[in-house]
């Protein structure tokens, strides 16, 4: 019964910005770590960046800092992404995870195409 929905991909121009949703149910929300993946076609799957589940520390991949912003809300059970200067290379399906111990939750994912 654990549920992780993405929402607010799309299509949006090279320089511009987007920002994803996940909303989780059948969880205490507040225990996991919250992470997001992405993969963009012939690549492999790789991290995004992470946010822990109380403090809120987060930590980025090289190509994401500067540019991205993970947050979250434990009360509304919901993680962000705020994508800014996005590059065509950013192109990809956008995973959210959440982890904790030995449970690991996925979303279905969604897709951010970034062209011109």
């Known amino acids: 019964q654990v549920q992780l929905v993405e929402s607010g991909g799309g299509l949006v121009q090279p320089g511009g910005s987007l920002t994803l949703s996940c909303a989780a149910s059948?969880?205490?929300?507040?225990?996991?770590?919250m992470s997001w993946y992405r993969q963009a076609p012939g690549k492999e799957r790789e991290l995004v960046g992470t946010i822990t589940s109380i403090s809120r520390t987060t930590r980025y991949a090289d190509s994401a800092k500067g540019r991205f912003t993970i947050s979250r809300d434990n009360a509304e059970n919901t993680v962000y992404l705020q994508m800014n200067s996005l590059k065509p290379e950013d192109t990809a399906v956008y995973y959210c995870?959440?982890?904790?111990?030995?449970?690991?939750?996925w979303g279905k994912g969604a897709l951010v195409t970034v062209s011109s």
């Open positions: 059948g969880l205490t929300f507040s225990n996991y770590v």
């Open positions: 995870n959440a982890r904790r111990s030995s449970q690991n939750y």
